[in-house]
């Protein structure tokens, strides 16, 4: 039995998703939480749900999801192109939400760096990071709403 | 400001069309810098200040062309625990013993013993200009931002109300009023509250050279500004000669507003009247202090996703070689 000829038997390809979906949704959560809209329309006071009213809680948990992403997304690169690319291959759906990851995730490590002490970014910058941040991700629930619906997957058999 | 062009853009086609355009009707106060570069703070002496509020007639007079005019009746707003936050009427104007959005700069009294004798001492309270401000770090706009000289500003064409700038303020300063904001165009109902205000401590005039109205108009020098390695040294040389105590070096990490008090601050904070638009003088720790460990852990972590995918390939393949040598 080889890696080749039971492509299925990656572990990966049972843990990638569940793991990509986490960090998505808790990314996603504590990211609409920057905005005050939590407690606003009572989801803050559902028991369990008070932490997403505290702006510096779901900041700090945000912050974590980026550190676990950016080592997530080195690893599924490595692994894709070390390992998993003779037994598959990229659908175009996948290329679109990479780019869009990838959006997301230029735009978020300009605003960690913008909130940095020492560093100040103009005021044309600082908006426009802030928004297209939210605008991506927008983008991907959309796009991943949509292939969900279609069933466009990342990977397809060679 | 052009407030008119800058809504009706936000409404136009995409949002990225809309933050262009809104871009270009921001003007650029980041060119208000200090001559080296460096950032402005100010050294404000609690010994001279005499609560004359000439400092606070000062800043309403040249700051009244930025004070909300919102239209009425205010839109309807829900849910129903959204509360409008009005200080438009004559008497909400004329409130001067707190932050209000007309009213960007206070005077707090405080009657504490100073070498054996009562006194009472008064103090201009207004936004203390972080150098690393929560308020800029987290507003989810970026209407509030830090400027390169170390003053914080709140965008009034931008800003949608939503209070977490004075949420996360340490010092609970920015002020909210209702009816006036880019929120009247999106969703009056449904997001946003109004504008948030505060002390931009005269970036305009700075920018073209002048003092901040509240410094230039005091009769007893309370406060000077200067840049921030100065101010400090000054307020070192007055701990050390004159004994007196400093707030704002190390408060919330640092602020470009220094105090300095002939009483410790625990003593002069129990003395003073706290509440909505009544700053405190607690300490602060840095609010921002997680963001600053974290993103070091997020330059870390692609370098540990490497290695684990390294790994994990490494043995992948060479167990595949072996399989492969097993079946040959």
């Given at each position: 039995m080889t890696l080749e000829t039971t492509p299925r038997a990656y572990a990966e390809l049972k843990f990638f998703k569940p793991l990509y979906f986490i960090l998505l949704f808790t990314m996603g959560l504590t990211g609409f939480g920057q905005m005050p809209i939590f407690k606003r329309y009572y989801i803050a006071d559902i028991p369990g749900l008070g932490w997403l009213a505290d702006f510096y809680a779901t900041h700090y948990i945000h912050y974590i999801g980026a550190v676990v992403l950016f080592g997530f997304f080195v690893y599924a690169a490595v692994v894709y192109f070390g390992l998993m690319r003779k037994a598959f291959q990229l659908t175009w759906a996948a290329y679109i939400r990479i780019a869009i990851l990838a959006l997301i995730a230029v735009t978020g490590i300009f605003r960690v760096m913008k909130n940095l002490p020492d560093v100040v970014f103009s005021p044309l910058f600082t908006m426009v990071i802030d928004i297209s941040h939210l605008v991506f991700m927008m983008f991907l629930i959309v796009f991943g709403i949509l292939f969900m619906v279609f069933k466009k997957r990342w990977l397809v058999e060679k | 400001m052009p407030k008119e062009l800058s809504r009706r853009s936000f409404l136009k086609g995409?949002?990225?069309?809309?933050?262009?355009?809104?871009a270009a009707q921001v003007p650029l106060p980041a060119s208000a810098k200090s001559k080296d570069g460096q950032e402005l703070a100010t050294l404000i002496d609690i010994r001279k200040c005499i609560g004359c509020e000439a400092c606070v007639e000062a800043c309403r007079e040249v700051n009244d062309?930025?004070?909300?005019?919102?239209?009425?009746?205010?839109?309807?707003?829900?849910?129903?625990?959204?509360?409008?936050?009005?200080?438009?009427?004559?008497?909400?104007?004329?409130?001067?013993?707190?932050?209000?959005?007309?009213?960007?700069?206070?005077?707090?009294?405080a009657t504490v013993s100073v070498d054996g004798e009562e006194t009472e001492l008064s103090f201009p309270r207004r936004c203390m200009h972080c150098q690393n401000p929560p308020c800029a770090d987290l507003c989810p706009w970026g209407a509030a931002r830090k400027l390169e000289n170390g003053i914080t500003v709140i965008h009034p064409d931008i800003c949608f109300g939503g209070k977490k700038c004075q949420v996360v303020c340490p010092w609970d300063i920015p002020q909210r009023q209702t009816g006036v904001g880019l929120y009247l165009?999106?969703?009056?109902?449904?997001?946003?509250?109004?504008?948030?205000?505060?002390?931009?401590?005269?970036?305009?005039?700075?920018?073209?050279?002048?003092?901040?109205?509240?410094?230039?108009?005091?009769?007893?020098?309370?406060?000077?500004?200067?840049?921030?390695?100065?101010?400090?040294?000054?307020?070192?040389?007055?701990?050390?000669?004159?004994?007196?105590?400093?707030?704002?070096?190390?408060?919330?990490?640092?602020?470009?507003?220094?105090?300095?008090?002939?009483?410790?601050?625990?003593?002069?904070?129990?003395?003073?009247?706290?509440?909505?638009?009544?700053?405190?003088?607690?300490?602060?720790?840095?609010?921002?202090?997680?963001?600053?460990?974290?993103?070091?852990?997020?330059v870390i972590a692609p370098l540990a996703g490497l290695a684990a995918a390294v790994g994990r390939v490494y043995n992948a393949t060479k167990k595949l070689g072996d399989d492969t040598g097993d079946a040959s």
């Open positions: - | 995409s949002l990225a069309a809309a933050c262009a355009t809104c062309f930025k004070y909300p005019e919102p239209e009425k009746p205010f839109p309807k707003m829900y849910p129903k625990r959204v509360k409008v936050a009005d200080w438009s009427d004559e008497e909400g104007r004329e409130v001067r013993d707190r932050l209000t959005p007309y009213n960007w700069l206070t005077i707090q009294w165009d999106v969703l009056p109902s449904l997001a946003g509250n109004g504008v948030m205000y505060k002390c931009d401590r005269c970036y305009n005039r700075i920018a073209e050279g002048e003092m901040p109205a509240c410094i230039e108009e005091c009769p007893e020098d309370v406060q000077v500004i200067g840049p921030r390695d100065e101010i400090v040294k000054e307020a070192h040389r007055l701990v050390e000669e004159e004994g007196v105590y400093i707030y704002g070096e190390t408060e919330n990490g640092g602020t470009n507003t220094l105090y300095v008090s002939p009483v410790p601050y625990e003593t002069l904070n129990l003395a003073i009247s706290k509440g909505p638009g009544q700053p405190h003088f607690d300490q602060v720790e840095d609010q921002m202090a997680h963001a600053d460990n974290l993103a070091k852990a997020m």
